[in-house]
């Protein structure tokens, strides 16, 4: 009997050391599998800075071209290096009082799981710089605008970005706290993107010849709308990691995200078209693509708390949004060469109050549409106010907007010395600057 209880006793023994390690084994698999999906999310939001570039690019100047490419470009690496420096502390650091976070700055000597997040969140900031470029292309100086990426990617879109969705260590976000909603960032990496950029272009004012003598408003195409289209197609890829990476878990709600991601992309280009052909406007591949993004703007914030079919309306609704809010600011002569401000401010606006109207079991609700309206004011007084001190001040001291010659000329050539095609600029070449 004693033999019998004291192998019992080894058999129990040996079941609860495999437990353990079977236990310890799949939790070191899931982390895994959920590393490697947060990589290939990061991978394909890093890759929408290629779409931006193409985008922003194609709806410039020819002559412009190169300037562009390089703040998209430059953008992305400043950006980087400061959000590592203070803005992911900011931003997800230990935040007790809700304002802002106080810890994991210079971020080293961390777990695999830190850095994995760090390099995702990074790519969002990144993105929140880069909306801003396209709405204040052909008349930026080009070290004026790094500088004003700096403060963006350090100091702007972290703080308000750690009121609604700090901390991954210790304390909560103000309006995180008030229950506010935004899955992936309609406001938080988008209007606020959109805000800065308002705030940029009325410091700047319009490019030279887009509003007559007698205040007709002039039309200025891009110079390769191919590449716009591309551009548009290579965000909406993008996307699907913006959007299904913000899980930062391989489980399966992704599928439902990337699913409500795409519907509303494609019901935004559809209503872009609606009301371009109510309006009796001409059918433009500028509009529909920005109709688009629009969509996956507006579906960002409840992409993972609404069902299929409110996905589609909220896409559809910001569509509509995208070419009313484009058509206000022409008439009211602010200059936004890519749409930007319409496409993530305004758009991503309507998405995040969508996000509390259609939230999945609690549809309707009038304290949490009203907790969405308070962020998205918050947002907005946040990031027009600081942005437009701070390109108030850059303005003054090392000058905002090149010089009218360099505007005329180009700013390919007289900011970088090069040109995006020589062919059509030979006498730009040998003149020199």
Not at 91 to 113: K, P, R, V
Not at 151 to 180: C, H, R, T
Not at 204 to 228: A, F, W
Request: glycine share 12%; net charge negative; charged share 10%.
């Amino acid at each position: 009997m004693k033999t019998i209880m004291t192998l019992l006793l080894f058999v129990a023994e040996l079941t609860y050391v495999y437990a353990a390690e079977s236990a310890t084994a799949t939790v070191a698999t899931k982390e895994s599998v959920d590393t490697v999906w947060i990589v290939m999310a990061a991978a394909l939001v890093f890759f929408m800075q290629s779409g931006f570039a193409l985008l922003e690019s194609g709806m410039s100047r020819a002559k412009n071209a190169i300037n562009v490419l390089m703040k998209n470009y430059l953008d992305v690496c400043v950006g980087s290096l400061v959000f590592w420096v203070i803005g992911y502390g900011l931003l997800f650091g230990d935040n007790f009082s809700g304002l802002i976070g106080t810890s994991h700055f210079l971020l080293n000597e961390h777990t695999d799981m830190d850095y994995s997040l760090l390099l995702f969140q990074t790519m969002f900031a990144a993105t929140a710089v880069t909306i801003v470029s396209g709405a204040m292309a052909e008349r930026t100086r080009f070290h004026a605008y790094l500088v004003g990426a700096v403060f963006i990617s350090g100091i702007i879109y972290p703080i308000f970005g750690s009121w609604v969705w700090g901390s991954l260590y210790n304390g909560k976000g103000w309006l995180a706290e008030l229950g506010f909603i935004d899955f992936a960032g309609s406001t938080v990496v988008h209007s606020i993107g959109g805000w800065v950029a308002l705030a940029g272009i009325i410091v700047l004012g319009p490019r030279l010849g887009k509003i007559s003598p007698s205040g007709e408003i002039r039309q200025i195409p891009g110079h390769n709308l191919t590449l716009v289209a591309l551009g548009g197609l290579i965000l909406w890829l993008g996307w699907f990691g913006f959007n299904g990476g913000s899980t930062v878990s391989a489980d399966t709600s992704i599928g439902l995200i990337i699913l409500n991601t795409h519907l509303a992309a494609s019901s935004g280009a559809v209503g872009a078209l609606v009301m371009m052909l109510m309006s009796r406007q001409p059918i433009l591949i500028t509009n529909t693509v920005n109709g688009s993004l629009g969509g996956l703007v507006g579906i960002t914030a409840g992409c993972a708390t609404m069902d299929p079919v409110y996905a589609m309306i909220t896409g559809f609704i910001a569509g509509i949004i995208v070419i009313l809010s484009a058509k206000m600011l022409e008439l009211m002569k602010l200059d936004d060469v890519v749409g930007a401000v319409a496409v993530h401010g305004f758009a991503g606006a309507w998405g995040t109050l969508a996000a509390g109207i259609f939230l999945k079991g609690n549809m309707f609700d009038s304290v949490q549409i009203l907790t969405q309206f308070i962020g998205i004011a918050v947002a907005f007084v946040w990031a027009f106010s600081t942005a437009y001190i701070m390109y108030k001040v850059i303005d003054k001291t090392i000058g905002l907007r090149a010089s009218t010659v360099d505007e005329q000329q180009g700013l390919d050539y007289s900011e970088h010395y090069e040109i995006g095609y020589p062919e059509f600029h030979t006498e730009q070449m040998h003149k020199g600057k």
